[in-house]
């Protein structure tokens, strides 16, 4: 079955780095989109980039840029991002979810990672 | 601030029917297409409809999406208690180059 398995909570001090992990199984890797999404407390979700599993081009939301960074390793199927500078208000819920790769994307996102808490905390 | 617009809140009774407005701008919902996401609190967001009135498979025919120029809503037919969520609508902003998502709307089924 499609899993979608996310590294565990963070706890981080303010203006450093964390990378994530997204360890994906039961489906080929190189036949969907990676997403990482964010989610702070009582907010909605927040895109923040994706990453094409056929030659592991990433692209990110403007917001975003110069500050994470997405990758994979198609050895294991995994997908990294890492956010550095970290901010208090980085803190929340980070996922990892699938879309079907298609050019341009029209499925949407179908299966979401548990997710990752981080915290950023001085 | 959200690009889109969603009320926070709608409100329903059991067997009724509600709709879930998100409204946007011609860079966003005109110009490409339209998801929704159910979130139910402590949980992963769910596709409940995608290129604006898909379903995939196992959404029931309760739920479905429809689209008119720069606004699009979500109808849940046939109301039920577990419908109690947060619904988000989703959609890709050319204006950003990303994906943009709106505030959410919390469903109460009265």
């Known amino acids: 079955q499609v899993q979608l398995a996310q590294s565990g909570p963070e706890v981080k001090r303010p203006g450093a780095s964390v990378k994530l992990s997204c360890r994906t199984s039961g489906y080929l890797f190189n036949t969907f989109y990676i997403h990482w999404l964010r989610q702070a407390p009582g907010q909605g979700p927040e895109w923040m980039g994706m990453?094409?599993?056929?030659?592991?081009?990433?692209s990110y939301a403007q917001k975003f840029q110069g500050r994470v960074t997405m990758t994979m390793d198609t050895a294991t199927n995994t997908v990294y991002m890492e956010v550095r500078d970290l901010r208090p208000k980085d803190a929340g819920v980070y996922y990892c979810?699938?879309?079907?790769?298609?050019?341009?994307?029209?499925?949407?996102?179908?299966?979401w990672g548990p997710g990752t808490t981080v915290t950023v905390s001085s | 601030q959200s690009v889109l617009t969603q009320p926070p809140s709608a409100s329903g009774t059991p067997g009724h029917r509600v709709t879930i407005s998100c409204s946007g701008s011609?860079?966003?919902?005109?110009?490409?297409?339209v998801y929704w996401y159910r979130q139910f609190p402590g949980t992963t967001p769910k596709l409940l409809i995608y290129?604006?009135?898909q379903r995939p498979s196992g959404v029931p025919d309760r739920f479905s999406g429809s689209k008119s120029g720069t606004a699009a809503s979500l109808a849940i037919s046939g109301l039920r208690t577990e419908d109690e969520a947060d619904y988000y609508c989703?959609?890709?902003?050319?204006?950003?180059?990303?994906?943009?998502f709106g505030g959410g709307t919390q469903l109460t089924v009265l």
């Open positions: 979810a699938r879309e079907a790769l298609t050019t341009p994307p029209l499925y949407g996102m179908d299966f």
């Open positions: 990453i094409i599993p056929t030659g592991g081009h990433a």
């Open positions: 011609r860079s966003n919902i005109e110009t490409n297409y």
């Open positions: 989703a959609v890709w902003d050319d204006s950003v180059t990303g994906v943009v």
């Open positions: 290129r604006d009135d």
